[in-house]
């Protein structure tokens, strides 16, 4: 792929006042120019040394002319103001999605939130319930599915509202029949577009596409992919997500020394991205875990993004 930093009006930053196009009217745009959308996802730093990692990888990442970025947003608010103060400063250099998540939450307190997200420029929300507590800790929220948080955000703005979506079918689903349906409700509660978990299998991906239009769902389905680079850490996300990985690539994975693991890694996680487009994806969003190295091979590898 071609450096393309000359073409990248953000990378200058987004000019004051304009109005920051949302992800449905850039997905749009895209569709008719045949050229799929490129986005990268960060997390809120934890302390100062993860700060300069995440502003020094979005340089670099900015380079590669991203049409969006999304920043995630902790269970029960969490990590609030750190991922809010995140979006602030990205949304004045890129469009981008603020994720939102609803479990243990007030009406009164989101609303402020998706106030503040408006204030910051941002046009695009995920609307997310969040996973409660494991030990069972009663929530008492008053939103307590993404459904409800979809409703809410369209009752009290005018943002592009995005939802998960789960190509190896949500952990407390019964199948993806359920799964699509919920999307298809989502879609009908106003939801515009939905973004993946991790998968690691092109066939995942067409199953949910295809069943979810089965389903009626109309909306784009950004796939989500995660850059193999350090196999052991991405084995493990993958056990605790319910993603499955293809045997073959498992037993390469773990056969490997570090250095060869990444080269297998991170070699299949760009023909992934590539067979993802092939079989008709609007876009890939990469996982950068705040690191713009592997992120960018992806992007790179993958070529014809952005
Ligand atoms: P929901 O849509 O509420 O679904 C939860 C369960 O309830 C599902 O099994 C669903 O099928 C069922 N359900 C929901 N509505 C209905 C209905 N009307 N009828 C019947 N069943 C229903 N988590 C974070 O904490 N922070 C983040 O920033 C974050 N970012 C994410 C980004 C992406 C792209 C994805 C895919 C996930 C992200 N998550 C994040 C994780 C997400 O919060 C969890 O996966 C959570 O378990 C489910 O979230 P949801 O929005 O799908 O919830």
Request: with cysteine.
């Amino acid at each position: 792929m071609n450096d393309r930093s000359n073409q990248n009006p953000q990378s200058a930053g987004l000019e004051a006042g304009s109005q920051t196009p949302g992800v449905v009217q850039l997905l749009n745009q895209h569709k008719q120019s045949g050229k799929p959308t490129l986005s990268y996802e960060f997390f809120p730093p934890k302390d100062a040394e993860g700060d300069a990692v995440l502003w020094r990888s979005l340089d670099k990442l900015l380079e590669s002319n991203p049409d969006f970025v999304s920043v995630t947003y902790g269970a029960g608010g969490s990590n609030r103001d750190t991922s809010l103060a995140v979006v602030d400063r990205m949304a004045k250099l890129v469009p981008t999605i603020g994720h939102l998540t609803c479990v243990g939450a007030t009406r009164a307190t989101t609303t402020e939130i998706i106030r503040h997200f408006e204030a910051a420029g941002v046009s695009s929300l995920l609307a997310l319930r969040g996973d409660p507590p494991k030990d069972g800790t009663p929530v008492n929220s008053e939103i307590s599915r993404a459904i409800d948080l979809v409703e809410l955000i369209r009752e009290v703005s005018n943002l592009d509202v995005g939802v998960a979506a789960f190509p190896e079918v949500h952990p407390e689903s019964p199948n993806l029949a359920h799964d699509v349906h919920v999307l298809k409700l989502k879609q009908d509660a106003g939801a515009s577009f939905a973004m993946t978990q991790l998968f690691f299998t092109v066939e995942a991906y067409v199953n949910l596409v295809s069943a979810a239009r089965e389903a009626g769902v109309t909306i784009p389905i950004v796939p989500g992919v995660m850059p193999i680079s350090n196999a052991a850490k991405v084995l493990r996300m993958a056990e605790m997500s319910g993603a499955a990985v293809p045997a073959h690539l498992q037993r390469e994975l773990q056969n490997a020394d570090e250095a060869q693991a990444r080269v297998i890694g991170m070699d299949y996680s760009i023909k992934l991205g590539s067979e993802l487009l092939e079989a008709g994806a609007p876009g890939l969003h990469i996982f950068t875990l705040n690191f713009a190295k592997a992120a960018l091979e992806v992007a790179r590898g993958v070529g014809g993004l952005g």
